[in-house]
C-alpha cells in the first residue's frame, strides 16, 4: 500500500522504495533536512513528478492517505488528480475534497483508494468544477 503526504505545497508519494516529488513546491524547500537529495531543476509541466533519492532517515509527516496502487502509475494517477496543469502547483481544493470525503484517519493515515476508482470523465467534471470556484 502506497502512501501520500505532502511537502511544502508539492506532493510526496511513497510507493515501494520509491519517492516521488509531485507538482511544485510553493516555497523553497530544503530537501536534506527532510533526508532527501535536492533534485535537479525541472520544468514541472513537462515533467510534472520526479522520482526523489534518500539521503538519510525519511518519514512523510502530517496526513498521509493510502492508495493501493504502486510503480509509476501512483504519482500519475496524482498528476491527474491533484496538479493545476496551468502553472504545475498542487490545488489545495482538490487535496482537502479528497481528505474531506475520505474516511476518517486510523492512526493519523486516510484510507484515498476511493480515488483510483472514480471514472476519469467524473473526475475532470470534479477538477473543473472545483477549480473553477473562487
Request: with cysteine; glycine share 8%; charged share 25%.
Amino acid at each position: 500500500m502506497a502512501q501520500v503526504g505532502r511537502l511544502v505545497g508539492a506532493i510526496l508519494a511513497v510507493t515501494g522504495d520509491d519517492i516521488y516529488l509531485v507538482g511544485d513546491c510553493k516555497e523553497p524547500c530544503e530537501f536534506p533536512r527532510y533526508g532527501l537529495e535536492t533534485p535537479p531543476e525541472r520544468h514541472v509541466l513537462a515533467q510534472p513528478y520526479i522520482r526523489l533519492k534518500k539521503r538519510g532517515a525519511f518519514a512523510l509527516e502530517g496526513p498521509r492517505l493510502t492508495i493501493d496502487l504502486e510503480g509509476e502509475a501512483l504519482p500519475q494517477l496524482l498528476v491527474d488528480s491533484f496538479l493545476i496543469f496551468r502553472n504545475g502547483s498542487v490545488s489545495e481544493r482538490l487535496w482537502r475534497l479528497c481528505i474531506q470525503y475520505s474516511p476518517e484517519p486510523v492512526d493519523g493515515v486516510i484510507d484515498a483508494d476511493w480515488l483510483r476508482h472514480v471514472p476519469r470523465g467524473i473526475w475532470e467534471i470534479v477538477r473543473d468544477s472545483v477549480l473553477r470556484c473562487s
